[in-house]
């Protein structure tokens, strides 16, 4: 059996109205169902709450996807009931189903059961996670991206289709329906105009048959600047029709850097010709900002500003097995130099010029150190 259960506590009266975004949980292990709930309950995403749909087999996963079409993101184990049952459900959704817009996250706590890139390139997985990986806040971090990824990839599909809609009747009906189709493409670009994203249409000579408000201010002096200055939103569409996405950086008109992620989709002619690209972009600069500032608090002593106990253990880690690229550089894998270091007389300080000293004589010591390391030298509290 499976069991819709919504994570944490009920919405307030201001946000009631809006339903919570549905996580579907694959997983034949009943401590990961109750685990992920609690990892989510206390996050929200645009004023909506997770909801945990769970399914404890692939046959029981199988039989929700066939009632559900609005299932944002699925986080599947690979090993339940077959030693593959996750990854025959990723060929049911994206193959039997045809569900291109469900972002699957794979996750296993034996990743030697499925190479990442192996899986990756063969059942169209979005991303592949070990179950120890998914801290709360890692978790909250793949659910919004998948969450955001499948929320385009739902706007392109929707323009797109109203686009061929568009193409179809023109093509079709242009005398007799010139003024129809002339209204319809206004409210079409009015409603392009409005969105906060950038939007474009390229058509098949290359050319950029519409763009939108959000488009022109991040490219200000052209469109073709589009092309010069990022190249990688202008690359021609893979074999297929399916839409396809991507992360690139751009300057914004002010000199900042942006990070974007761009999903695109050819546009077909009714006899199957190539008509042009669509595209839209999503800026998450300030997610990946706030994805390094969380990497930087998990390995950084606050005081001192050097690593902490927890980041040095597992430098030194991987550099005694020889993960670590920074081993070549040293003294070959396998083989570090540790020294360790304590301040004298430290209690005299903190118990006769207080606390605040020693955080001080803390800081002047690491500084100091830190002053006549080597490039390839770290330095832990």
Same mark, same amino acid.
């Given at each position: 059996?499976?069991?819709? @259960?919504?994570?944490?506590?009920?919405?307030?009266?201001?946000?009631?109205?809006?339903?919570?975004?549905?996580?579907?949980?694959?997983?034949?292990?009943?401590?990961?169902?109750?685990?992920?709930?609690?990892?989510?309950?206390?996050?929200?995403?645009?004023?909506?709450?997770?909801?945990?749909?769970?399914?404890?087999?692939?046959?029981? +996963?199988?039989?929700?996807?066939?009632?559900?079409?609005?299932?944002?993101?699925?986080?599947?184990?690979?090993?339940?009931?077959?030693?593959?049952?996750?990854?025959?459900?990723?060929?049911?959704?994206?193959?039997?189903?045809?569900?291109?817009? $469900?972002?699957? $996250?794979?996750?296993?706590?034996? /990743?030697?059961?499925?190479?990442?890139? *192996?899986?990756?390139? +063969?059942?169209? $997985?979005?991303?592949?996670?070990? =179950?120890?990986?998914?801290? +709360?806040? =890692?978790?909250?971090?793949?659910?919004?991206?998948?969450?955001?990824?499948?929320?385009?990839?739902?706007?392109?599909?929707?323009?797109?289709?109203?686009?061929?809609?568009? #193409?179809?009747?023109?093509?079709?009906?242009?005398?007799? =329906?010139?003024?129809?189709?002339?209204?319809?493409?206004?409210?079409?670009?009015?409603? #392009? *105009?409005?969105?906060?994203?950038?939007?474009?249409?390229?058509?098949?000579?290359?050319?950029? %048959?519409?763009?939108?408000? !959000?488009?022109?201010?991040?490219? /200000? &002096?052209?469109?073709?600047?589009?092309?010069?200055?990022?190249?990688?939103?202008?690359?021609? %569409?893979?074999?297929?029709?399916?839409?396809?996405?991507?992360?690139?950086?751009?300057?914004?008109?002010?000199?900042?850097?942006?990070?974007?992620?761009?999903?695109?989709?050819?546009?077909?002619?009714?006899?199957?010709?190539? !008509?042009?690209?669509?595209?839209?972009?999503?800026?998450?600069?300030?997610?990946?900002?706030?994805?390094?500032?969380?990497?930087?608090? +998990?390995?950084?002593?606050?005081?001192?500003?050097?690593?902490?106990?927890?980041?040095?253990?597992?430098?030194?880690?991987?550099?005694?097995?020889?993960?670590? !690229?920074?081993?070549?550089?040293?003294?070959? /894998?396998?083989?570090?130099?540790?020294?360790?270091?304590?301040?004298?007389?430290?209690?005299? $300080?903190?118990?006769?010029?207080?606390?605040?000293?020693?955080?001080?004589?803390?800081?002047?010591?690491?500084?100091?150190?830190?002053? &006549?390391?080597?490039?390839?030298? @770290?330095?832990?509290?």
């Amino acid at each position: 059996m499976f069991e819709n @259960e919504e994570a944490g506590p009920a919405p307030q009266p201001s946000s009631a109205a809006l339903a919570p975004w549905p996580v579907l949980v694959v997983d034949d292990d009943e401590q990961v169902h109750a685990m992920t709930r609690v990892l989510l309950k206390d996050f929200e995403f645009e004023g909506r709450r997770f909801a945990i749909v769970s399914a404890f087999s692939a046959s029981e +996963a199988q039989a929700i996807l066939a009632e559900r079409t609005d299932l944002p993101v699925a986080l599947l184990d690979v090993v339940m009931e077959t030693q593959d049952a996750g990854l025959r459900l990723v060929h049911h959704i994206r193959r039997d189903l045809g569900n291109r817009h $469900i972002r699957i $996250i794979l996750r296993t706590g034996q /990743p030697g059961q499925a190479p990442e890139r *192996e899986a990756i390139v +063969a059942y169209d $997985i979005n991303d592949y996670k070990s =179950k120890a990986e998914l801290t +709360a806040q =890692k978790l909250f971090t793949s659910i919004v991206g998948a969450v955001r990824g499948w929320r385009d990839l739902v706007t392109i599909e929707t323009l797109n289709q109203s686009l061929e809609r568009r #193409v179809t009747e023109r093509t079709a009906e242009l005398e007799r =329906k010139t003024a129809l189709a002339d209204e319809q493409f206004r409210f079409i670009q009015n409603l #392009v *105009e409005l969105m906060p994203s950038p939007v474009w249409y390229k058509d098949a000579a290359g050319r950029y %048959a519409l763009c939108n408000r !959000a488009f022109r201010d991040l490219f /200000p &002096n052209s469109a073709d600047e589009f092309d010069s200055r990022a190249q990688p939103l202008t690359e021609q %569409a893979p074999a297929g029709t399916d839409a396809f996405s991507f992360e690139t950086s751009v300057a914004s008109p002010n000199g900042d850097l942006r990070e974007l992620l761009v999903v695109k989709r050819p546009l077909s002619t009714p006899d199957g010709g190539v !008509a042009g690209v669509i595209g839209i972009a999503t800026d998450i600069t300030e997610r990946r900002r706030m994805e390094r500032e969380l990497q930087r608090l +998990a390995t950084t002593d606050p005081l001192s500003g050097a690593h902490n106990r927890r980041h040095i253990l597992d430098l030194l880690e991987r550099l005694l097995t020889g993960e670590s !690229a920074a081993a070549d550089v040293r003294s070959g /894998p396998g083989v570090a130099c540790l020294v360790m270091l304590d301040i004298d007389h430290f209690k005299r $300080i903190n118990d006769e010029l207080g606390h605040g000293a020693g955080d001080i004589a803390i800081r002047s010591v690491v500084e100091e150190i830190r002053s &006549n390391l080597r490039i390839t030298d @770290e330095i832990g509290r």
